[in-house]
């Protein structure tokens, strides 16, 4: 984003980005940034918080005005939404044999969470929940990929499907009441499901593969650093 | 009570707050580098970044007559289009009147957190609040058409796309341009 700053500022558009990562911002040093102490995936910061975030954007923009080349400036407020919050209920679902089973028991929460935002972040696979499940169940099972879809390979498909899996997991867990943490949120999506449990069991199992391409998977694609064991 | 015990009281309670927050702060992980999981902190700090040779600098405008473009970089797709390759260069173009249902995150990084994406999309691709900013006239205008690279691409594969970017960019007379990484 600062090395695009720098290339759309030669064509003369003012830029300022909103950077998460300083060492970045100070190396690259594009004309105008704001850093902001936020996790990677949210540079405006809290979710649900507009307040906040147009702080964060207004201040950005201000930018703008000033004269100094190049500006980095800090923004100088926590996420407040870093912090637990001990009102927030992960589904209260039991303990299942398949992934499909699992979704199916969390279907209440998604749906609900669907209905009160009005939108939902599920469909990057273009293909239902029920048979991604399912897909993720039998890759699990006969340890090989399985092409549901004629345009991609199925290991690009698998991909796409824990995504959305972990997507519908996510707003499922964000049906709860109170304003979790993100940390809350993937602990349970990472410990505490069935999903979770067998993502990790994967990825080992594809990073002792004899394809290069199945390692990088597991190595890299499946798994965030914090949850690797 | 005096208000000497007041204010003693005040300040013991104060002081207990911030020690609270402090610590649940830093039990949760903040995401400065020095406070993420190590191996995420190895790759963000053995990143190759590009040295720009020729920095230009636009003078200085006021924020009043800045016509403003979102490019972010979290891999966004609209939902009945192809999926986002994970080594794209070329860039999604997103009307402002698109609804948010209908788009999606395509990235591919696994280590960045969706679950603020999840519950609010403002906080990766904050159109809302860039329209709101215009109706209070603190910005002269939002643009039609909102834009998303691919972030996991190597900035020197992105020169050209961004150069089409900026003439679209001025065409559409847009003379500012708000960044956003994930």
Known sequence: MSAIAHWLEQAGISTVVIGLVKSHLEKIRPPRALWVPFELGRPLGPPSDPQMQREVLEQALRLVETTNKPTLVDFDSDDPRFIEDTQWQAPDIEEHQSILDECTALKPYYQRECVDKSRTTVGIAKVSINELATLVDDIYRKDEFIVIRSDISGRLMFRLAIDDLKAYYIESALAGPGNPSSLQIHNWLWKKTLLGSRMRELRHRFMKSDDAKIRDLGIKFIVPHLWRD | ?182
């Open chain 2, 1 to 182: 009570m005096s208000l000497i015990n007041l204010w003693i009281l005040t300040a013991i309670v104060t002081v207990y707050w911030l020690t609270q927050k402090i610590s649940a702060i830093t039990e949760n992980g903040m995401a400065r580098l020095d406070q993420m999981a190590p191996a995420q902190r190895e790759v963000l700090e053995s990143l190759d970044c590009p040295t720009i040779a020729d920095t230009a600098f636009v003078p200085p405008r006021p924020l009043n007559q800045c016509r403003v473009a979102l490019v972010s970089s979290a891999g966004l797709m609209k939902r009945k289009d192809d999926n986002v390759s994970g080594s794209s260069s070329d860039y999604r173009v997103f009307e402002n009147s698109w609804p948010e249902r209908d788009i999606l995150m395509n990235h591919i990084s696994v280590n960045f957190d969706r679950t603020a994406f999840a519950e609010d999309i403002n906080v990766v691709f904050p159109r809302a609040i860039l329209k709101e900013m215009a109706e209070q006239e603190v910005i002269e205008r939002t643009a039609a058409k909102h834009y998303a690279f691919m972030g996991a691409t190597a900035p020197d594969k992105l020169q050209e796309n961004v150069e089409r970017l900026a003439s679209e960019l001025i065409d559409a007379n847009i003379n500012t341009v708000c960044l956003l990484p994930v």
